[in-house]
């Protein structure tokens, strides 16, 4: 069997990107384009005019088992792992190979996806002190998030200069929402209510394209429960609400 990779090359943040080809042959039916674009060879390269000099193609892998997420790229133009996505899945001959978009480029398909994790800074999503642990349940549906960061790229809401997070924040923030007790929760509900109630359109394209399947509308049920709705419910007994006016 053989495969034609069209893979975009882009040799720094700053330079045009363009377009190489590779003949991949294989045998086993279960090779992955992870494993595909590691053994990249020149000879395996389908000479075109103007051929930029041979180097391997850059791309982030760690585990190659679905759990680190580094490896998330644009495959014919859908969001997936590449540890994840086999060859012989794909029925046309060329397969094409891209970096995600809605980050920075660094080189070949390497993206800058450290916003993720700044945005989780700025939300505080960490307990201080003894939190009496509540929620476990959801809190572990919430942590086997792997940051991959795939259900930004499908989500029409989430761009990277703005307040909306996305599901991969999301994910740190129902965690937090799940375990700390509801007198501690005030900060951590205000962080909700702008970075993801405030953004969300629920139209739940992150579900279907999340390679690990977490369950993001129960996330969304559970964290809007903790985060929004107690509280309208007392301002709606009280006049007073929290996460408005300084909270
Ligand atoms: S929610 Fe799913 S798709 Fe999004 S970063 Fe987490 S694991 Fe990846
Ligand atoms: S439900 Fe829709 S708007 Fe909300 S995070 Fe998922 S893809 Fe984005
Ligand atoms: S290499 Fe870890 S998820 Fe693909």
Not at 130 to 151: F, M
Request: charged letters at 30%.
């Amino acid at each position: 069997m053989e495969k034609t990779l069209r893979i975009r090359r882009q040799e720094n943040p700053f330079a045009s990107p363009y377009f190489e080809e590779y003949r991949v042959p294989f045998e086993d039916k279960n090779m992955t384009i992870a494993v595909a674009l590691l053994n990249l060879t020149e000879d395996q390269r389908i000479k075109v005019e103007g051929t930029h000099p041979f180097r391997p193609v850059a791309f982030d892998h760690s585990c190659h088992q679905k759990r680190c997420g580094a490896c998330a790229i644009v495959i014919n133009d859908h969001p997936a792992l590449a540890c994840d996505t086999r060859l012989s899945s794909f029925s046309g001959d060329v397969i094409k190979i891209e970096p995600l978009k809605k980050f920075p480029i660094i080189l070949d398909l390497l993206c800058d996806r450290s916003s993720i994790f700044e945005r989780m800074k700025e939300l505080d999503v960490w307990i201080e002190g003894d939190s009496g642990l509540q929620g476990e349940e959801i809190s572990y549906e919430a942590t086997r998030c792997i940051k991959c960061g795939l259900c930004l790229e499908v989500c029409p809401n989430f761009y990277r200069e703005g307040a909306f997070g996305g599901m991969a924040a999301m994910a740190e923030q129902a965690a937090l929402l799940a375990k700390i007790p509801p007198e501690q929760r005030k900060k951590a509900a205000k962080n909700y209510k702008r970075s993801v109630f405030d953004g969300c359109g629920k139209s739940l394209a992150c579900r279907d394209i999340c390679p690990v399947k977490l369950d993001i509308e129960e996330l969304l049920v559970r964290s809007n429960a903790a985060a929004i709705w107690k509280r309208w419910l007392k301002y709606q007994e009280t006049g007073v609400i929290g996460f408005c006016k300084g909270g």
